[in-house]
Each structure stands twice: as C-alpha cells, then as structure tokens.
Nanobody, 126 residues
C-alpha cells in the first residue's frame, strides 16, 4: 500500500520560513516524480514544485521561484519543501503527490499523479 505522509505545516508570520516533509511508504521516492501542490480556500489545487531524482529534474511555479526549494533524502524516503520569505498568499493546504509526468505541460496536472498525501495546513499571517 502506498502512503504519503505530509507534515511540517503551521502558522508563521510573513517573511518567515517553514519546511514541509513528505515521507513515502510503499514506493521509493527516487523511482517517481514527487510533487507539492497547494489549495487555498475557494481556489483550485495548484502545482508548487516537483522533483525527479531519476533524472535530476526540479521545477517550480513562478509564484514560488527563488523562495521555495525542493529536495529529497532517499535514505529517509522523504521529500522536503523549504519555504522561505513566506507571503500571506502562500496560505493553503499543501499536498504531496507521486506520479510520473513526462513533459512539462503535465508537471502540474493533478491527473498526472497517482497517490496523494493528506495535506498539511500552512497559514501565513501579515
């Protein structure tokens, strides 16, 4: 059974930092693309970042470039999202997901991902 456990969310002031973790079981994170998505109240789920250890790909949404960094620890089978200089508009539930999108047009399509974690809430106060 594949499980993705997301954690690390919380309440932080604007300009602060958080590190999200996504620990996988049932799959090896270096065999799949691991992506982070977020969903704010009343809005569609949107892609934030992804990493593919098999070919070294990382990818970021324009809104988070230069502020967020994705990384992975294959020994711990965990993917991280370091979020710096957080803004109130980053407030959302953050989800990790595993899949195998092959082309850039599919990177942030939710249907490209087969398994999803339960989400962790990030709240950024102004």
């Amino acid at each position: 059974e594949v499980q993705l456990q997301a954690s690390g969310g919380g309440l932080v002031q604007a300009g602060g930092s958080l590190r999200l973790s996504c620990t996988a079981s049932g799959i090896a994170v270096d065999d799949y693309v691991l992506g982070w998505f977020r969903q704010a109240p009343g809005r569609k789920r949107e892609g934030v970042s992804l990493i593919s250890n098999s070919d070294g790909r990382t990818y970021y949404a324009d809104s988070v470039k230069g502020r967020f960094t994705i990384s992975s620890d294959n020994v711990k089978n965990t993917v991280y999202l370091q979020m710096n200089n957080l803004k109130p508009e980053d407030t959302a539930v953050y989800y990790c997901a595993s899949g195998d999108p092959q082309v850039s047009g599919a990177y942030f399509l939710t249907e490209s991902y087969d398994y999803w974690g339960q989400g962790t809430l990030v709240t950024v106060s102004s």
